[in-house]
T-cell receptor, first 116, second 116 residues
Framework: GAVVSQHPSWVICKSGTSVKIECRSLDFQATTMFWYRQFPKQSLMLMATSNEGSKATYEQGVEKDKFLINHASLTLSTLTVTSAHPEDSSFYIC????????????FGSGTRLTVV | AQSVTQLDSQVPVFEEAPVELRCNYSSSVSVYLFWYVQYPNQGLQLLLKYLSGSTLVKGINGFEAEFNKSQTSFHLRKPSVHISDTAEYFCAVSEATGGGADGLTFGKGTHLIIQP
């Protein structure tokens, strides 16, 4: 149980275009989802916290207008990278908290974004 | 705010030998502690977590970790490693009092390399 599905697993886009990444909780309802970014051979950095039905909370230094987060239902959160540039190339991972922190945080399989 | 320090960026170990991956944390409040494993281009898989109670926590794949409050450590151990254990290992913390509203704070990761 507690599976998070993330799509696409990889995407290549042209500079200036936008890319949407989906994160779905398959067998549970996730009121809170988290979006992380991971550079090669580095740790995961929390970008934002996505709350169902309300605005996302962004970490310091993360541009909210570039990384649009929508959490319209209890099972789906999306991250849209707008006007992508090569420096946005990275591995993006979503995570959901199951019921409470006692269950830990379940992670999606990640999305490798390459902007050319 | 919390911080996590993984002292070793890379640990080479011979197959069937024991291994310890070190993790220290800093926090002004009580925390939950986690160890995750990440295989190349994949999301994170929970190995084990400490929430409360017994300080020795057993996880999947033969891993265990011990919470030491006085040393603010949560080192991961395995008595005998296998080639398939080659991966990146992340230690992470979350506030125990936050109700899970906060995302995880990760260490920089330790690359475990199993040598035949």
């Amino acid at each position: 149980g507690a599976v998070v599905s993330q799509h696409p697993s990889w995407v290549i886009c042209k500079s200036g275009t936008s890319v949407k990444i989906e994160c779905r909780s398959l067998d549970f309802q996730a009121t809170t989802m988290f979006w992380y970014r991971q550079f090669p051979k580095q740790s995961l950095m929390l970008m934002a916290t996505s709350n169902e039905g309300s605005k996302a909370t962004y970490e310091q230094g993360v541009e909210k207008d570039k990384f649009l987060i929508n959490h319209a239902s209890l099972t789906l959160s999306t991250l849209t990278v707008t006007s992508a540039h090569p420096e946005d190339s990275s591995f993006y991972i979503c995570s959901a908290r199951v019921d409470s922190a006692r269950y830990g945080y379940t992670f999606g399989s990640g999305t490798r974004l390459t902007v050319v | 705010a919390q911080s996590v320090t993984q002292l070793d960026s890379q640990v080479p170990v011979f197959e069937e030998a024991p291994v310890e991956l070190r993790c220290n944390y800093s926090s002004s409040v009580s925390v939950y502690l986690f160890w995750y494993v990440q295989y190349p281009n994949q999301g994170l898989q929970l190995l084990l977590k400490y929430l409360s109670g017994s300080t020795l926590v057993k996880g999947i794949n033969g891993f265990e970790a011990e919470f030491n409050k006085s040393q603010t450590s949560f080192h991961l151990r395995k008595p005998s490693v296998h080639i398939s254990d080659t991966a990146e290992y992340f230690c992470a913390v979350s506030e125990a009092t936050g109700g899970g509203a906060d995302g995880l704070t990760f260490g920089k990761g330790t690359h475990l390399i199993i040598q035949p």
